[in-house]
């Protein structure tokens, strides 16, 4: 596939490929590549789903007609696996506003970034649904009750019930169809972005642009406030949020008659949609898959449904017990501490630079895994990674890899087993190749393995250039 994305850039731009460098997905399937040549650079993308790639560039092409700041799709594979597009630069809103994200104290320049985006807002949702063919929209063409209740349902099943609370399901349902009933009151002819937040807002000459808008579709704008506005851990202030939506209802103003009290009153009731939803989502991912970046976004969620429920919601009498009910379970007010050492094991690309120690205890190891017989110099192993049963049965037929790791075993055994003696709480151990995606990433899932059969600890695995954080 990347051999696909060298021929539309070079088909397009009339150069080669002398640069091509893998972008973190965010927890996208799809994979990003920024690539140069001839002093230009264009972002490269593969997707694993042609009706989701063929969504995104139809609507790239419609959002640009109508005058908004969306990437321009530049060349198409004809199979829709794979395209190229106009490259935004490196900076993420998320990133740009790490430091108000961090300290829950936002600067003025973040703050006018925020709102600007708010700003920009009513744009895509009402321009960008004027004469558009909702039928390129996937999965779905609008906002319907089976959205609704696959939503609800992924929190009922995927969180409410993992936290071993006993609920009457009957009961749930009784609200869940009242709530159903009134997200689907009076959506109008708009455009829903689905998944608006900071992650998905590019900052080009210090404007906003919009990206990752494929999930989109008719829709209700509520749903988008909710999920900018209250994403769990930006932690925005209540003056910050007020901000926010004022700024978005000036912008609103241009667009259609505003009635504030009702826009309100609806806005709240998707507030409680969205949350419901994220902390499904956080369920899922970090009591079932184990991630622990989605766990420790809970407490940040189940804040935002504490807020919320100041003002109860009569309307829905079970679910507001259940909810308030939730918020005051002990765990989501102070995580036991979990006293075990913690191995943090990591595979990454050398040329990207050595991963932090980010517990500040410094030291532990990191393992040149350059020498190692490489896959990825043959054509057909680049598609797949150090997870795959095909870099695994190259890397064990070929045998090098097999003792590089008894040594390492010898070495971490032994750390292990004083940092345990010493009631030390951290250990990091990296692993490092070339592009960080076939032997670091075989070595480092070896070790975790070996270490979780052995020894009694907390282990951790990130795959930094594959943007996967597991625990074992």
């Known amino acids: 596939?990347?051999?696909?994305?060298?021929?539309?850039?070079?088909?397009?731009?009339?150069?080669?490929?002398?640069?091509?460098?893998?972008?973190?997905?965010?927890?996208?399937?799809?994979?990003?590549?920024?690539?140069?040549?001839?002093?230009?650079?264009?972002?490269?993308?593969?997707?694993?789903?042609?009706?989701?790639?063929?969504?995104?560039?139809?609507?790239?092409?419609?959002?640009?007609?109508?005058?908004?700041?969306?990437?321009?799709?530049?060349?198409?594979?004809?199979?829709?696996?794979?395209?190229?597009?106009?490259?935004?630069?490196?900076?993420?809103?998320?990133?740009?506003?790490?430091?108000?994200?961090?300290?829950?104290?936002?600067?003025?320049?973040?703050?006018?970034?925020?709102?600007?985006?708010?700003?920009?807002?009513?744009?895509?949702?009402?321009?960008g649904a004027e004469d558009l063919d909702y039928s390129v929209c996937f999965p779905e063409p609008a906002f319907n009750d089976r959205m609704v209740m696959f939503d609800l349902n992924y929190f009922?099943?995927?969180?409410?019930?993992?936290?071993?609370?006993?609920?009457?399901?009957?009961?749930?349902?009784?609200?869940?169809?009242?709530?159903?009933?009134?997200?689907?009151?009076?959506?109008?002819?708009?455009?829903?972005?689905?998944?608006?937040?900071?992650?998905?807002?590019?900052?080009?000459?210090?404007?906003?642009?919009?990206?990752?808008?494929?999930?989109?579709?008719?829709?209700?704008?509520?749903?988008?406030?909710?999920?900018?506005?209250?994403?769990?851990?930006?932690?925005?202030?209540?003056?910050?949020?007020?901000?926010?939506?004022?700024?978005?209802?000036?912008?609103?103003?241009?667009?259609?008659?505003?009635?504030?009290?009702?826009?309100?009153?609806?806005?709240?009731?998707?507030?409680?949609?969205?949350?419901?939803?994220?902390?499904?989502?956080?369920g899922f991912r970090g009591y079932f898959e184990k991630k622990p970046h989605f766990l420790g976004s809970v407490p940040f969620a189940i804040d935002n449904l504490r807020r919320l429920l100041v003002q109860p919601f009569d309307e829905y009498p079970y679910l507001n017990e259940v909810l308030t009910k939730l918020t005051t379970m002990h765990q989501f007010y102070e995580i036991v501490e979990d006293k075990r050492l913690e191995v943090r094991i990591c595979s990454f690309a050398y040329k990207k630079g050595i991963p932090a120690d980010t517990t500040g205890n410094g030291g532990g190891y990191v393992f040149d895994c350059r020498s190692i017989n490489n896959p990825g110099k043959y054509e057909h192993y680049r598609q797949f990674t150090g997870l795959d049963k095909e870099v695994i049965k190259f890397l064990e037929d070929d045998g090098e890899v097999l003792g590089f790791l008894d040594d390492v075993y010898n070495m971490v055994d032994a750390h292990v087993k004083r940092f345990i003696e010493r009631k030390f709480t951290h250990l990091q151990v990296c692993f490092g190749c070339t592009g960080g995606q076939h032997r670091s990433v075989y070595c480092a899932e070896r070790l975790a393995e070996h270490l979780s059969k052995k020894f009694d600890i907390k282990i951790t695995v990130t795959h930094r250039e594959l943007d996967i954080e597991k625990m074992m």
């Open 156 to 282: 009922k099943y995927c969180f409410l019930k993992a936290t071993g609370m006993e609920f009457s399901e009957v009961k749930l349902q009784d609200d869940f169809d009242v709530l159903k009933s009134d997200l689907m009151h009076d959506i109008g002819n708009t455009f829903m972005y689905r998944d608006f937040q900071a992650r998905n807002v590019m900052i080009k000459d210090g404007e906003p642009y919009f990206i990752d808008f494929q999930g989109g579709r008719k829709g209700p704008i509520y749903y988008d406030i909710a999920s900018f506005v209250w994403q769990a851990r930006s932690r925005y202030p209540e003056d910050l949020k007020e901000e926010m939506i004022r700024t978005y209802l000036r912008a609103l103003k241009g667009y259609t008659d505003v009635d504030e009290s009702y826009f309100r009153k609806r806005l709240r009731i998707f507030v409680l949609f969205r949350t419901l939803q994220v902390l499904g989502a956080y």
């Open 1 to 127: 596939m990347a051999d696909q994305l060298d021929f539309l850039f070079e088909n397009y731009t009339g150069h080669k490929v002398e640069d091509r460098a893998e972008l973190n997905s965010s927890g996208s399937h799809r994979r990003y590549f920024r690539l140069k040549g001839g002093n230009l650079s264009l972002i490269g993308v593969i997707g694993t789903c042609p009706e989701e790639d063929k969504a995104f560039c139809e609507l790239s092409r419609h959002f640009l007609e109508k005058g908004i700041n969306v990437p321009k799709v530049f060349s198409v594979s004809k199979d829709w696996m794979a395209y190229i597009q106009e490259d935004l630069g490196k900076d993420q809103l998320y990133d740009v506003i790490s430091q108000g994200r961090d300290s829950g104290n936002y600067s003025s320049y973040e703050s006018r970034l925020l709102c600007r985006s708010m700003e920009l807002l009513p744009k895509i949702q009402f321009k």
